[in-house]
């Protein structure tokens, strides 16, 4: 999360700490979904659960118009953090 919150590409990191479930915002749906096709090792998926990490962009579904349209949220696995870091961060920097 600490990682996250001062990457330049991130708006705000939801993280309410004990948890290894957070939330990213991007500035909009175009540069979440971006971020989305760019994962490698991070699974997008619409569960939230399993060993995986994996990541939804939920305003994406009809029926959630309230949620911000660049809100991605991460559910972290079991994978390596340095892995994980590392995926993330080419995400984000393939966002222009």
Not at 57 to 65: F, I, K, L, N, P
Not at 74 to 79: M, T
């Given at each position: 999360?600490?990682?996250?919150?001062?990457h330049?590409?991130?708006r705000?990191?939801?993280?309410p700490g004990?948890?290894?479930?957070l939330?990213?915002?991007?500035?909009?749906?175009e540069?979440?979904?971006?971020?989305?096709?760019?994962?490698?090792?991070?699974?997008?998926?619409?569960?939230?659960?399993?060993?995986?990490?994996?990541?939804e962009?939920?305003?994406?579904?009809?029926?959630?118009?309230?949620?911000?349209?660049?809100?991605?949220?991460?559910?972290?696995?079991?994978?390596?953090?340095?892995?994980?870091?590392?995926?993330?961060d080419?995400?984000?920097?393939?966002?222009?």
């Amino acid at each position: 999360a600490e990682r996250l919150a001062g990457h330049p590409a991130v708006r705000a990191v939801r993280y309410p700490g004990g948890g290894a479930m957070l939330a990213v915002e991007l500035p909009d749906a175009e540069s979440a979904d971006a971020v989305c096709a760019a994962l490698r090792l991070v699974h997008h998926a619409t569960s939230l659960g399993g060993v995986e990490t994996t990541a939804e962009r939920r305003a994406a579904r009809s029926g959630d118009a309230h949620v911000p349209a660049g809100l991605v949220r991460l559910s972290v696995g079991l994978e390596d953090p340095e892995d994980l870091w590392a995926d993330l961060d080419q995400a984000l920097r393939s966002v222009k």
